[in-house]
């Protein structure tokens, strides 16, 4: 094997990728080699790509990509979940100064992974991990989602909001999303209440759907005035609202004057600061287990795009051209 692998470099903030050679990395202790056969898209990559996501903490230059799915071809030491040929996925890299999946091979923390199951491809597992792990950290982790719950996802159509509409369903929970008319039919079939929220305003759903009472739990993950909206629409003194982008400045009164409490959601925090990886490898490890008895599943474009195409997809997402989740095919399965 050769010591040079293809990979996709963003060399500064704002400019296109540029694809060159790198030397194949070698895994240290604990750690595995991945050859990478998808790295999923998530709208972060391209807010790092343009220098958008100081948060994100990933200098330049750098290998971009946080989801990855591949076929482990090295171990390191201590490393004995996992063994050589495993299909693995994760959401492993790509921030915090680690390189990410937009290259054919990937050195990454073993503790960050979970097993592929046999009932999907290694392209769609690319797709789960990012959206997955911040669903499930708002509502399993923060919320404590259970039996006979009332749950509203905010945005039920997008990345977070179908993986939170599927866990909030696992967990036995009455599930209500918002969305437009257009996005109907599509919660609908995640096994979710639609919202039209151009059209009902926060009173009348809280209203027609609880009794006025509100709902046990709200997960946002649109952010700004949806967040507003969400202090005023949970249960008195039992209701939990969560976010995934409570970034800006709120007034919490509402929420205050209503006895309940608010959670954020920040899953990079274990890649960069170190804490609590072995945490995304057990929320991945839940993933496996819906993928296999049919609770969870992914829409993802079929079209194949392969790391010659990372511009080209870069601006489909940003032109909002895409009709489900992206995955970059780094090499044939």
Known sequence: MSNQMKAAVAVAANTPLSIRQLAIPE???????????ASGVNPVDIKIATGMAAHARQ????VLGIDSAGIIDKLGANVEQFAIGDHVYGMVGGIGGYQGSLAEYQVVDADLLAKVPDEISLKEAASIPLVFITAWEGLVDRANVSKNMTVLIHGGAGGVGQMAIQIAKAHGATVFATGTAKHAAFIRNLGAIPIDYTKESVEHYVREYTNGEGFDIIYDTVGGEVLDNSFRAVKTYSGH???CLGWGTHSIAPLSFRGATYSGVFTMLPIQSGNARKHHGFIMSQATEMLRNGTLRVQQEATVYTLDDVNDVYQRVIAGKTTGKLAIEIAPE
Do not use: A, G, L, M
């Not at 895994?27 to 056969?37: A, F, Q, T």
């Not at 200098?59 to 750098?62: C, L, Q, R, T």
């Open 59 to 62: 200098p330049f230059p750098s």
């Open 241 to 243: 609202v969560v976010s």
């Open 27 to 37: 895994p240290s202790d604990n750690e595995v080699r991945i050859k990478v056969v």
